[in-house]
């Protein structure tokens, strides 16, 4: 039988990664298209200060925490789930850390601190900003708004079958 408290653990974390996947839909579909269609440097600074703020908002401390949470589903669905459930709740959770927080930490952070390092105003920084940084920044946030999207279905595809064995 499954404990309430990994039930809430799922639901909270399946609306967790949602919301998280949902921010980094917004950039992959349409934030960075418009920065990257602002004249002159617009684009580049202003991404330069969201990079900075990002650090200062509810959506770091999610964003973390998530990584936690994840490492408790693995542990959990690995440990004290059986079946297809417990099977679904570590992929997510793995899918998360390797797919979301890691690509952050790889790819992405290196990314923005090589952005941080520039001088705005410059013309070898916009020639990064749009033949470099846009497309390839751009990608793997998709596959972090993917990994997101994937990790809250799968623990939704697990809810009923823990409602179902419990």
Do not use: H
């Given at each position: 039988?499954?404990?309430?408290?990994?039930?809430?653990?799922?639901?909270?974390?399946?609306?967790?990664?949602?919301?998280?996947?949902?921010?980094?839909?917004?950039?992959?579909?349409?934030?960075?298209?418009?920065?990257?269609?602002?004249?002159?440097?617009?684009?580049?600074?202003?991404?330069?200060?969201?990079?900075?703020?990002?650090?200062?908002?509810?959506?770091?401390?999610?964003?973390?925490?998530?990584?936690?949470?994840?490492?408790?589903?693995?542990?959990?669905?690995?440990?004290?789930?059986?079946?297809?459930?417990?099977?679904?709740?570590?992929?997510?959770?793995?899918?998360?850390l390797v797919a979301c927080f890691g690509v952050t930490i790889g790819l992405n952070v290196p990314m923005n601190d090589a952005l941080a390092a520039m001088p705005?105003?410059?013309?070898?920084?916009?020639?990064?900003?749009?033949?470099?940084?846009?497309?390839?920044?751009?990608?793997?946030?998709?596959?972090?708004?993917?990994?997101?999207?994937?990790?809250?279905?799968?623990?939704?595809?697990?809810?009923?079958?823990?409602?179902?064995?419990?």
């Amino acid at each position: 039988m499954v404990s309430l408290p990994v039930i809430a653990l799922i639901q909270l974390a399946a609306l967790a990664y949602a919301l998280v996947g949902g921010v980094f839909l917004a950039f992959s579909d349409f934030i960075m298209r418009a920065l990257a269609r602002t004249e002159g440097s617009g684009g580049i600074q202003a991404m330069q200060a969201i990079n900075r703020e990002v650090f200062r908002w509810v959506f770091m401390t999610m964003f973390i925490g998530l990584a936690a949470v994840s490492a408790t589903l693995v542990a959990t669905g690995w440990l004290r789930v059986a079946g297809t459930p417990g099977s679904l709740m570590v992929a997510a959770g793995l899918l998360y850390l390797v797919a979301c927080f890691g690509v952050t930490i790889g790819l992405n952070v290196p990314m923005n601190d090589a952005l941080a390092a520039m001088p705005a105003r410059c013309a070898k920084t916009r020639d990064y900003w749009m033949a470099s940084y846009v497309p390839r920044w751009t990608a793997w946030n998709t596959v972090r708004a993917a990994a997101c999207t994937v990790s809250a279905l799968l623990l939704l595809a697990a809810l009923p079958q823990l409602g179902a064995a419990g």
